[in-house]
């Protein structure tokens, strides 16, 4: 794309966004996720609105399929582009997504009050903190082009949102640092997508035909390795032999759940084809069967931090752990510093080793009580780290907030 054509470009976006301020805003809530599914944060603040009538909330979304099925299920959702769905997003007051205003309408969110809940917690540099990788000339071109590129192809990773909500002060701290917000603009609460399974019950286990005398699963949910966006080749078949393990899930009575990040769902296929591997990528999310499974294998992934709040056990499988470093991008510091939530382990063959010992343990040692043994200091290191205000539920906060903001917008002049 040449310079004239970003700076149309450029400048048809910026107008429309600009108009969009001047529109009235209504008091009700478009919703939205990213890669356009129905998952995280803010489908289930979603499910609990539309569950309380806190408050008219409306999803929006690109994917005709689930448009449809919400519909069937009685929900309000439209596509994007369509002419309710462009009339709601253009008069919507509140702007609910876990990624971007483009989980919604980028163009159309300006006058909007922007409640971005995000996908995950800061372990990996997020935002205006990146400073390594494929991200890095997002957030910080170096020249005038690269300037130009960034506000063109870029404009919604620029929009910063009027609130968050931060599970612990960490967190609010790299949210205010990473997004350039202020304190104020943080919720210090739970997180929509674990607080609502304190509340409401999950029927995700159900989806699961778990193959005959299975006594123990185990989830594999992988880190998204952005230092491969262009790359065709299939890392995780590279470095898991899924042949061999499917002989060992069988003699062990283990099952695994595959769950790749939806960035690289089209890897999963090939992976899915073996007895005793699920492949759950399809899902919408996970969150609603973490209290069920007995051990979680993950990476880079902040989905472990999540997993915390339940008794299954943890272990990072780290294939790549060189490369990742040196290509992808950099973490926080302060990650080198956190206590171990469990094992680390660097090839199939210690992968291996480890579930073969894992699956023994259950002869010994019930899945509670090893958590409570030798994991148990760190995790309350972990979850004073990450979960320390976790006492105070997301979806009240939430609900308090947009119901403060109506009765706010009621006692202003006409």
């Known amino acids: 794309m040449n310079a004239i054509l970003l700076l149309l470009r450029l400048t048809i976006t910026q107008?429309?966004?600009?108009?969009?301020?001047?529109?009235?805003?209504?008091?009700?809530?478009?919703?939205?996720?990213?890669?356009?599914?129905?998952?995280?944060?803010?489908?289930?603040?979603?499910?609990?609105?539309?569950?309380?009538?806190?408050?008219?909330?409306?999803?929006?979304?690109?994917?005709?399929?689930?448009?449809?099925?919400?519909?069937?299920?009685?929900?309000?959702?439209?596509?994007?582009?369509?002419?309710?769905?462009v009339w709601h997003s253009a008069t919507?007051?509140?702007?609910?997504?876990?990624?971007?205003?483009?989980?919604?309408n980028q163009y159309l969110a300006k006058g909007a009050v922007k409640i971005n809940l995000w996908h995950g917690s800061p372990l990996k540099q997020i935002e205006f903190d990146i400073s390594n990788g494929p991200l890095f000339q997002v957030y910080h071109p170096q020249n005038i082009m690269q300037k130009l590129i960034a506000k063109a192809q870029y404009h919604?990773?620029?929009?910063?949102?009027?609130?968050?909500?931060?599970?612990?002060?960490?967190?609010?701290?790299?949210?205010?640092?990473?997004?350039?917000?202020?304190?104020?603009?943080?919720?210090?609460?739970g997180n929509p997508r674990t607080d609502y399974y304190q509340r409401y019950k999950s029927e995700d286990w159900l989806q699961l035909q778990l193959p005959i005398n299975t006594q123990q699963v185990i989830l594999y949910a992988p880190s998204w390795r952005d230092s491969h966006l262009d790359s065709a080749t299939n890392i995780y078949t590279q470095a898991i032999d899924f042949e061999r393990l499917s002989s060992q899930l069988q003699k062990s009575n283990q099952c695994l759940l595959l769950r790749l990040h939806p960035n690289e769902a089209h890897l999963a296929t090939e992976m899915s084809q073996y007895p005793h591997i699920i492949n759950i990528t399809f899902w919408d999310d996970i969150y609603g069967i973490l209290e069920k499974i007995d051990l979680l294998i993950t990476d880079y992934s902040s989905i472990y931090i999540d997993a915390l709040q339940y008794p299954c056990d943890i272990a990072f499988f780290l294939f790549d752990k060189t490369h990742?470093?040196?290509?992808?991008?950099?973490?926080?510091?302060?990650?080198?510093?956190?206590?171990?939530?469990?094992?680390?382990?660097?090839?199939?063959?210690?992968?291996?080793?480890?579930?073969?010992?894992?699956?023994?343990?259950?002869?010994?040692?019930?899945?509670?009580?090893?958590v409570h043994s030798y994991q148990a200091f760190n995790r309350s290191r972990l979850l004073h780290t990450f979960w320390q205000h976790q006492n105070r539920c997301g979806l009240d906060c939430l609900d308090a907030f947009v119901q403060n903001e109506q009765i706010v917008a009621t006692k202003k002049p006409a």
């Open 15 to 85: 107008l429309i966004y600009t108009l969009s301020d001047f529109i009235p805003r209504r008091h009700k809530a478009v919703m939205g996720c990213y890669k356009d599914k129905f998952a995280d944060n803010s489908k289930y603040l979603f499910l609990h609105w539309q569950q309380q009538k806190t408050i008219r909330a409306i999803w929006i979304s690109a994917d005709k399929q689930l448009i449809k099925r919400l519909q069937t299920q009685g929900y309000e959702a439209y596509l994007r582009w369509s002419l309710l769905g």
């Open 92 to 104: 919507a007051k509140f702007y609910v997504y876990n990624t971007y205003i483009g989980d919604i």
């Open 156 to 189: 919604q990773q620029y929009v910063r949102p009027n609130l968050m909500v931060a599970p612990s002060d960490m967190v609010k701290k790299l949210f205010c640092s990473g997004f350039r917000i202020n304190d104020e603009q943080l919720l210090t609460c």
């Open 324 to 370: 990742y470093q040196a290509e992808c991008r950099c973490e926080y510091s302060y990650v080198a510093e956190l206590p171990k939530a469990g094992i680390d382990l660097f090839n199939f063959v210690e992968l291996q080793e480890y579930l073969i010992e894992f699956a023994q343990k259950r002869h010994t040692v019930t899945k509670r009580e090893a």
